[in-house]
């Protein structure tokens, strides 16, 4: 059974930060692209960032500067650090994982930035 888990969301005020974890099972990790989406509401789910197997990262333009994205291989997670967070950051934040036809989500995270 796949399990992406989400970790690490939480209240922050604009200018903190937090790191996201998302610890995934049942999957041969070190295969899959993964990435961080995420959804405010009346929005559509959109790009956070990603990281490919081989550690290629791409972010959204919103977020460049301010975002990073990792992996550890050895502990099947993938984790998103936010820096300099903005209330526009607020949202439910997703962990996707992605191999050839294989698309698995976790559950969501919430993530609230305000004073």
């Known amino acids: 059974q796949v399990q992406l888990v989400e970790s690490g969301g939480g209240l922050v005020q604009p200018g903190g930060s937090l790191r996201l974890s998302c610890s995934a099972s049942?999957?041969?990790?070190?295969?899959?692209?993964m990435g961080w989406y995420r959804q405010s509401p009346g929005k559509q789910r959109e790009l956070v960032a990603t990281?490919?197997?081989?550690?290629?990262?791409n972010f959204a333009d919103s977020v460049k500067g301010r975002f990073t994205i990792s992996r550890d291989n050895a502990k099947n997670t993938v984790y998103l650090q936010m820096n300099s967070l903005k209330s526009e950051d607020t949202a439910v934040y997703y962990c996707?994982?992605?191999?050839?036809?294989?698309?698995?989500w976790g559950q969501g995270t919430q993530v609230t930035v305000s004073a």
């Open positions: 996707k994982a992605v191999w050839v036809s294989n698309i698995y």
């Open positions: 049942g999957i041969t990790f070190r295969l899959y692209d």
């Open positions: 990281i490919t197997r081989g550690s290629v990262t």
